[in-house]
């Protein structure tokens, strides 16, 4: 059960009116998307509506991610591997909704994305969306890059590209902290005929 009511935009004051303005008519807000910023009666949904209880932090918070997203060099297969890598671990349900669905888009198969829910590491044929994945293991499991790992990772997407990894599993690991502590599910598909109108809990 989701422990923060949802914020609509008729509760906001100015501080969160600036702050949901930038979140759903920025680059989030533009063009197709793989997954909906705002629910039926507007409420911002994933991450965001708890931005919203601390706008000046919210600000800062979600401008990070969009760099990582909208102004990143790593490729968008690349970032989308490395951020469900995150979800994966950490277990976060709407981490990995959203980011399914971003990396369908980005081409992952449903086999990429099986592979990297139970742990592993896909077939890919490229050699920088390997690094990242391996690296992506081993910053949530050891906070670190051994010689190799450093090595191979600089090697496949530059020391830029690691400082934007690094930056990409911190930013995750903050927003599956927040949604596991404020119990954030992933939405839940609408009932099937003949199911009665219900849901599972």
């Given at each position: 059960m989701a422990r923060l009511a949802p914020l609509t935009p008729a509760d906001l004051d100015t501080d969160q009116q600036r702050l949901y303005h930038d979140i759903t008519a920025g680059p989030r807000g533009q063009g197709a998307r793989p997954f909906g910023l705002a629910d039926e009666a507007g409420a911002l949904v994933g991450p965001f509506n708890a931005m919203l209880l601390r706008p000046v932090l919210g600000t800062a918070l979600q401008g990070l991610g969009a760099a990582i997203r909208y102004q990143g060099l790593l490729p968008a297969r690349v970032r989308e591997l490395a951020i469900l890598v995150v979800a994966a671990h950490w277990?976060?349900?709407?981490?990995?909704?959203?980011?399914?669905?971003?990396?369908?888009?980005?081409?992952?198969?449903?086999?990429?994305l099986a592979s990297i829910r139970g742990g592993g590491v896909p077939d890919l044929a490229d050699a920088a969306e390997r690094a990242a994945v391996r690296a992506a293991w081993a910053l949530v499991r050891t906070g670190d890059l051994d010689e190799g790992e450093y090595a191979e990772t600089v090697a496949a997407l530059g020391a830029d590209g690691v400082f934007e990894l690094t930056t990409l599993a911190g930013?995750?690991?903050?927003?599956?902290?927040?949604?596991?502590?404020?119990?954030?599910?992933?939405?839940?598909?609408?009932?099937?005929?003949?199911?009665?109108?219900?849901?599972?809990?």
């Amino acid at each position: 059960m989701a422990r923060l009511a949802p914020l609509t935009p008729a509760d906001l004051d100015t501080d969160q009116q600036r702050l949901y303005h930038d979140i759903t008519a920025g680059p989030r807000g533009q063009g197709a998307r793989p997954f909906g910023l705002a629910d039926e009666a507007g409420a911002l949904v994933g991450p965001f509506n708890a931005m919203l209880l601390r706008p000046v932090l919210g600000t800062a918070l979600q401008g990070l991610g969009a760099a990582i997203r909208y102004q990143g060099l790593l490729p968008a297969r690349v970032r989308e591997l490395a951020i469900l890598v995150v979800a994966a671990h950490w277990t976060c349900e709407f981490e990995q909704y959203a980011h399914e669905a971003a990396g369908r888009a980005a081409g992952l198969t449903e086999a990429d994305l099986a592979s990297i829910r139970g742990g592993g590491v896909p077939d890919l044929a490229d050699a920088a969306e390997r690094a990242a994945v391996r690296a992506a293991w081993a910053l949530v499991r050891t906070g670190d890059l051994d010689e190799g790992e450093y090595a191979e990772t600089v090697a496949a997407l530059g020391a830029d590209g690691v400082f934007e990894l690094t930056t990409l599993a911190g930013y995750y690991a903050t927003l599956a902290l927040q949604l596991r502590v404020f119990r954030v599910s992933a939405p839940q598909p609408p009932a099937q005929p003949g199911q009665g109108g219900q849901r599972a809990g």
